[in-house]
């Protein structure tokens, strides 16, 4: 069974540039998740879907950050205009409901 | 969001030695769960928790949901240097499918 899927693994852009992360979640998997993690911290949850529609998006910074996932299947995450501050990995996960979280290798952003 | 608080924060230990780290939150979770991650890689499930007092194992690592709901444990035997990364505790509260995540515990094995 294939994993969760994200591209790019890197990614190095100048501050105020936007910058967009793909992530194709397990094959059957409803639940998607973004999530944030700064070095020498845990994922922190940006936004959750289920299936294509959002069930939380509480702690995105909503003013420069947007996901969707049109068709239920992957999804992108996007960030415009970029900070400093938003150098982190960017990890997708996925599971059924209620089921076990699975991750992919995620991408690691570094706004300079 | 939830703050699972884990500790050790960072452990140093001699191979062939056991380890314990442990989750504690405020708030009751119907599943817990305990990660390790690689450097530069995503974290990799390694146990799966989902009933109060279930011990579960996976060959050396043994995991614990504790009684109250508001912790869990995680113990690893006869360390050996590739058990060196970092481990995560999520925890899955009663409503709604969100994982939160603890602040880490960074082990390191002397061979």
């Known amino acids: 069974e294939a994993g969760v899927a994200q591209s790019p693994r890197y990614k190095i852009i100048e501050k105020r540039q936007s910058v967009a992360f793909w992530c194709n979640p397990i094959?059957?998997?409803?639940?998607l998740y973004w999530y944030q993690q700064i070095l020498g911290q845990g994922p922190k949850l940006l936004i959750q879907f289920q299936n294509n529609g959002v069930v939380d998006d509480s702690q995105l910074p909503k003013d420069r950050f947007s996901a969707e996932r049109l068709k239920g299947v992957d999804s992108t995450l996007k960030i415009q205009p970029a900070k400093l501050e938003d150098s982190a990995v960017y990890l997708c996960?996925?599971?059924?409901?209620?089921?076990?979280?699975?991750f992919g290798s995620g991408t690691q952003l570094s706004v300079l | 969001g939830q703050q699972l608080n884990q500790s050790p924060q960072s452990m140093f230990i001699q191979e062939g030695e056991d380890v314990s780290m442990n989750c504690t939150s405020s708030?009751?979770?119907?599943?817990w769960l305990w990660y390790k991650q690689d450097p530069g890689e995503g974290p990799v499930l390694l146990i799966a928790?989902?009933?109060?007092?279930e011990l579960t194992s996976n060959g050396r690592l043994t995991a614990q949901f504790g009684i109250t709901r508001k912790d869990s444990f995680l113990n690893i035997s006869a360390s050996i240097p590739s058990d060196v990364g970092i481990y995560f505790c999520?925890?899955?509260?009663?409503?709604?499918?969100?994982?939160?995540f603890g602040t880490g515990t960074s082990l390191t094995v002397i061979p």
């Open positions: 928790l989902y009933k109060a007092g």
């Open positions: 996960a996925s599971s059924h409901p209620g089921g076990r979280l699975f």
């Open positions: 094959s059957g998997h409803a639940t």
């Open positions: 708030s009751i979770f119907n599943t």
């Open positions: 999520a925890g899955q509260l009663l409503t709604g499918n969100q994982f939160y």
